[in-house]
């Protein structure tokens, strides 16, 4: 294997300051609640199998870096789904079935969030059906179908399968359970959200430091904003909220950059599939609109590499497993460090406790052996 100091030259794409920044957590707090998390967090805990996943230390990258503490919070443990979502579609499948046992669950899914889904409606012994696209791996098919789902698959993109489970929905009374929040639909993406701000709450008791910078992926944005309703209700000094994203797939940095929402045009969907999406969900616009510091962008080039330094125990003692979508944070942190003038422009110093979220694990099997082997060559 060859030398990884490498890292130390690697450089983001794109770097956008936040110029509207201000959090405010009664601002935040007002949109998802603070009685709607504590609900997440008292309803999560009480099922079988949770524990607190993880918050591991990135050790050896850290002395490399020359920061205080990396801590990485490591999603592969979370129940057995692999992947923070687990928190999200599952808990927000117990709200709205509310004990009843006769009705059918329905959603639409890149991946992750149909895996969610499809375990919360088996643990609640309800049928369910969940629409994918024609670019969802057969790994993940699979993985979703394990959990007793009907996966039903429709030609073209994702907006393609919204579209088909919406019209079969309706036609059979199903219920949705979508983590994208739009003008009309938004209770279903809030429980998503605050199921999501449980990984603050557990690190709020794994760590006394006080955590100055977190690096926050982001898709549609649900995970960054139920991440930031977290920190308002939990955390007593407010870190640095950093926003990563693929760079073909960058809606928050654009929409942040242009002050509205926008909608952009993805020309090469990002190997980081749960987080190529090409337009932010509405109720984490409202919230990361103020509550981001900046935005930072990579491409996949780094993503194999990065793997196989997590599973090689090249910037941990331990071993991780972290997917593609775990990756990101870590790569923004090492490219923003290696840029003399962001690193200062944002504080990244000897006295940084930095927190990346390890979102995943391989939760696709079959791409992050290919990733790993990349990664190690
Ligand atoms: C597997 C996976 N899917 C999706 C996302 C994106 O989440 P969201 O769409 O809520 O921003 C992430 C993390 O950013 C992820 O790790």
Request: hydrophobic share 35%; net charge positive.
């Amino acid at each position: 294997m060859k030398s990884f100091d490498s890292y130390r030259k690697w450089k983001y794409t794109k770097f956008l300051s936040n110029k509207n920044y201000s959090f405010n957590r009664n601002y935040i707090l007002n949109i998802i609640s603070s009685k709607i998390i504590t609900d997440a967090f008292n309803s999560i805990s009480k099922w079988k199998y949770y524990k607190k996943t993880p918050l591991l230390k990135l050790e050896k990258l850290n002395k490399n870096l020359k920061l205080n503490n990396i801590f990485y919070k490591d999603e592969s443990k979370r129940f057995h789904l692999k992947s923070f979502k687990a928190l999200g579609g599952a808990y927000a499948v117990e709200k709205i079935s509310k004990k009843k046992k006769n009705i059918i669950i329905s959603s639409a899914t890149a991946g992750n969030h149909g895996r969610s889904v499809a375990w919360g409606a088996q643990r609640l012994g309800l049928q369910c059906k969940i629409f994918v696209s024609q670019y969802v791996s057969e790994e993940r098919v699979k993985e979703i179908e394990k959990f007793g789902a009907d996966v039903i698959r429709v030609k073209g993109n994702y907006e393609n399968s919204l579209n088909e489970c919406k019209k079969l929905s309706k036609k059979n009374n199903w219920n949705i359970v979508q983590d994208v929040s739009t003008k009309n639909y938004s209770y279903v993406p809030l429980l998503t959200m605050a199921g999501y701000s449980i990984m603050i709450k557990e690190i709020s008791k794994q760590t006394t430091h006080y955590i100055t910078h977190i690096f926050l992926q982001a898709g549609v944005g649900g995970m960054a904003a139920g991440v930031v309703a977290g920190v308002a209700k939990y955390f007593k000094r407010v870190p640095k909220i950093i926003i990563v994203e693929p760079d073909g797939a960058d809606c928050v940095l654009q929409s942040i950059k242009s002050k509205s929402l926008k909608k952009i045009k993805i020309k090469k969907e990002s190997i980081m599939g749960g987080m190529s999406c090409n337009e932010m969900s509405l109720i984490p616009w409202h919230v990361l609109k103020k509550a981001s510091d900046c935005c930072v962008t990579v491409n996949d080039s780094k993503v194999p590499k990065t793997v196989a330094m997590l599973k090689d125990k090249k910037l941990s003692k331990r071993s991780i497993i972290g997917g593609e979508c775990a990756t990101p944070g870590i790569i923004s942190l090492i490219s923003l460090c290696n840029n003399p003038k962001t690193k200062k422009l944002i504080n990244l110093n000897e006295k940084s406790n930095v927190l990346v979220i390890g979102c995943e694990g391989n939760a696709d099997v079959k791409l992050y052996k290919q990733l790993l082997s990349k990664g190690r060559k």
